[in-house]
């Protein structure tokens, strides 16, 4: 598994323990998934602007979000050993921001987005309220699992 994570904001402060943390988390949700660690997923932190500027573009929403996931199309060619997962992409800014409307830190809420969004890579949405139940339910044992309470 290869995470490669850019930080391409500077409005707020992010250490190797948050970086840790997303790859952390982008490991258990494979294994829960039970897929293979074969994977490259890229992570990229913007401020509001950026993030903005990509849901106008890719979903027609012009606001700014606190995450964004782009599903990368697999090759079946078994010549690659290791396939591209998929982006995410995560507004640094709103992170912080939910974090102190939610009463967590910073740390946890970026574990949080990052896998809310590798569900999304993985095929799963919220649209539905079905749908929903069974992907917040596959959230909550990674963040079990990874020992990141709601305060923590």
Known sequence: MEVFIVNRQDK????ESIFRS????????L????RSLDYEISVSFVDNDEIRELNK???????????????MEEDDDNLIPIKMLGDIVISAEMALKQSIEYNHSLLREITYLSVHSMFHLLGYDHMQQDEAKIMRNKEKEVMKKLHILKKG
């Open 12 to 15: 707020v402060e992010l250490n």
């Open 22 to 29: 997303i790859k952390d988390a982008i490991r258990e949700s």
């Open 31 to 34: 294994i829960l998934e039970g």
């Open 57 to 71: 573009n890719y979903r027609n929403i012009d606001s700014a979000t606190d995450v964004l996931s782009f599903v």
